[in-house]
């Protein structure tokens, strides 16, 4: 493995660690909080407020894209780990 790849490698998976570290300690409490906040929300809407519903919808897209964004350096961060791991 040339010294290149090793350097982008280890920044890949000291971002992921990172985001883990994040992820466990900040922002998935707040993600599950969230996430139960809307889905009562959405249950308790009457069916007719279409507009409300759509609002809770919105909002629970961002909130999922937020996850999948920590998810794809969380992966990013595993996978350059495990070729670090493979090449040394």
Request: with cysteine; aromatic share 10%.
């Amino acid at each position: 493995m040339n010294d290149d790849l090793k350097e982008k490698l280890e920044i890949e998976a000291a971002q992921g660690e990172h985001y883990q570290r994040t992820w466990d300690g900040m922002i998935a409490p707040f993600f599950d909080q969230k996430s139960k906040e809307l889905y009562d929300a959405f249950c308790q809407t009457p069916t007719d407020n279409k507009e409300l519903m759509f609002d809770i919808k919105l909002q629970h897209n961002a909130l999922n894209s937020l996850r999948r964004h920590f998810e794809e350096y969380i992966e990013t961060g595993k996978l350059a780990s495990k070729q670090l791991e493979k090449g040394e």
